[in-house]
């Protein structure tokens, strides 16, 4: 499974960062991707990091301000989120990806979320 962790409240202009860590199989060979989702809106893939050279995909709304990254070796991956504005605000999901090309059709494993709250 994929636990998220790091989501709550902060205020505009804040940072978090997010935490997704994989239990009973390995990230290796796998891209990750970070996804959020609103009240009332479609969910959205806000990143992705593929494995096979850490090549990074960013939505264009949080380009410049988030950060994807990841450490095999830990079974861990981080979304660094800079600059946060109330438009941030949603459940966020990781999941991967086992073709490592960022297409999660067919995906393996989700998270089950956590929420990002920005406000002041």
């Known amino acids: 499974q994929l636990v998220e962790s790091g989501g709550g409240l902060v205020q505009p202009g804040g940072s978090l960062r997010l935490s997704c860590v994989a239990f009973?199989?390995?990230?290796?060979?796998?891209?990750i991707g970070w996804f959020r989702q609103a009240p009332g809106k479609e969910r959205e893939r806000v990143s992705c990091i593929k494995n096979r050279d850490g090549a990074t995909i960013y939505a264009e709304a949080v380009q410049g301000r988030f950060t994807a990254s990841r450490d095999n070796g830990a079974n861990t991956a981080w979304l660094q989120m800079d600059s946060l504005t109330s438009e941030d605000s949603a459940v966020y999901y990781c999941a991967t990806d086992p073709s490592d090309g960022c297409f999660f059709d067919d995906s393996d494993y989700w998270g089950q979320g956590t929420q990002v709250t920005v406000s002041s």
């Open positions: 009973g199989f390995t990230l290796d060979w796998r891209a």
